[in-house]
């Protein structure tokens, strides 16, 4: 019994200590970032390891800092708060052997509006930035930006956290990725909600000009049609998606970035 206590007790510290971690991001205000000329599906300047200096681990922090810095992450929109979660959890995942395939990372940086383009696909061996494009969020977690999050089923909201990616599949959507949800209580029911990935013709700059925001799916991170296949099959099979939000909620629940933050501390000491 007391041996309970105590592990319920070590939980609840650590669920304080991941939200006072991350507080002043939570609160932080979104200043636009600087972007830099790109085409729709790859950077016209493309971040390569040849021209990335040898990282020395050190520690995790500062290879994730050393990678943020030299794909210049910052200048195509991509928070470093959101990297940063993203990495250590990826990291956490990855050793636990949750993540089958751990060369491809897929973010989605919520805390950035539809308007631009907050989905980033990073090939950590090659050290290139893949993919830099638009995706949509749940037509009821908000309207230009997703604020609002659920892991109900028929709440048509997106769901936050870690998911791998799983097999393919052609539906009403067409050609669609499965994604399994890594979270319990927090994306889990995302196979049961049909929360895939899978292109939409919403996902447009013709939207974003006329109203200024991307239309919206179901909870769905949809993406553009044209691009939608060469996506797909470049994460399909065992990729870590993250789709992040400055949200306290998810900050304090996420069992994942919790057991991230353990294992990050006990390497240290």
Same mark, same amino acid.
Do not use: W
């Given at each position: 019994?007391?041996?309970?206590?105590?592990?319920?007790?070590?939980? $609840?510290?650590?669920?304080?200590?991941?939200?006072?971690?991350?507080?002043?991001?939570?609160?932080?205000?979104?200043?636009?970032?600087?972007?830099?000329?790109?085409?729709?599906?790859?950077?016209? =300047?493309?971040?390569?390891?040849?021209?990335?200096?040898?990282?020395?681990?050190?520690? =995790?922090?500062?290879?994730?800092?050393?990678?943020?810095?030299?794909?210049?992450?910052?200048? /195509?929109?991509?928070?470093?708060?959101?990297?940063?979660?993203?990495?250590?959890?990826?990291?956490?995942?990855?050793?636990?052997?949750? /993540?089958?395939?751990?060369?491809?990372?897929?973010?989605?940086?919520?805390?950035?509006?539809?308007?631009?383009?907050?989905?980033?696909?990073?090939?950590?061996?090659?050290?290139?930035?893949? $993919?830099?494009?638009?995706?949509?969020?749940?037509?009821?977690?908000?309207?230009?930006?997703a604020n609002q999050f659920s892991n109900k089923p028929e709440s048509?909201?997106?769901?936050?956290?870690?998911?791998?990616?799983?097999?393919?599949?052609?539906?009403?959507?067409?050609?669609?990725?499965?994604?399994?949800?890594?979270?319990?209580?927090?994306?889990?029911?995302?196979?049961?909600?049909?929360?895939?990935?899978?292109?939409?013709?919403?996902?447009?700059?013709?939207?974003?000009?006329?109203?200024?925001? /991307?239309?919206?799916?179901?909870?769905?991170?949809?993406?553009?049609?044209?691009?939608?296949?060469?996506?797909?099959?470049?994460?399909?099979?065992? =990729?870590?998606?993250?789709?992040?939000?400055?949200?306290?909620?998810?900050?304090?629940?996420?069992?994942?970035?919790?057991?991230?933050?353990?294992?990050?501390?006990?390497?240290?000491?």
């Amino acid at each position: 019994m007391k041996k309970h206590r105590f592990k319920k007790f070590y939980l $609840f510290l650590s669920s304080i200590f991941i939200f006072m971690l991350h507080l002043p991001f939570v609160f932080a205000k979104y200043k636009p970032a600087e972007v830099i000329r790109s085409t729709e599906n790859k950077l016209e =300047t493309l971040i390569t390891k040849d021209s990335i200096p040898a990282l020395t681990p050190v520690n =995790t922090d500062n290879i994730v800092s050393d990678i943020y810095d030299s794909l210049r992450l910052n200048l /195509i929109g991509l928070s470093q708060q959101a990297f940063q979660m993203a990495m250590q959890g990826f990291d956490y995942l990855s050793k636990a052997g949750k /993540i089958a395939n751990d060369n491809i990372i897929s973010i989605v940086d919520f805390s950035q509006p539809s308007s631009k383009k907050r989905l980033f696909i990073i090939d950590l061996e090659k050290r290139e930035v893949l $993919f830099n494009t638009y995706v949509a969020h749940g037509i009821n977690s908000g309207k230009e930006y997703a604020n609002q999050f659920s892991n109900k089923p028929e709440s048509n909201k997106s769901s936050l956290g870690f998911y791998e990616t799983m097999d393919t599949y052609n539906g009403k959507n067409g050609y669609s990725l499965h994604l399994q949800g890594l979270e319990k209580g927090i994306n889990d029911k995302a196979d049961s909600r049909a929360i895939v990935i899978h292109g939409a013709g919403y996902v447009n700059e013709e939207l974003i000009q006329s109203q200024g925001y /991307i239309g919206r799916s179901q909870g769905c991170p949809a993406v553009p049609e044209k691009l939608h296949k060469s996506i797909i099959n470049k994460i399909k099979n065992g =990729t870590c998606l993250f789709i992040y939000s400055p949200n306290k909620n998810y900050l304090i629940q996420s069992r994942v970035l919790r057991e991230a933050t353990a294992m990050a501390l006990n390497s240290k000491n």
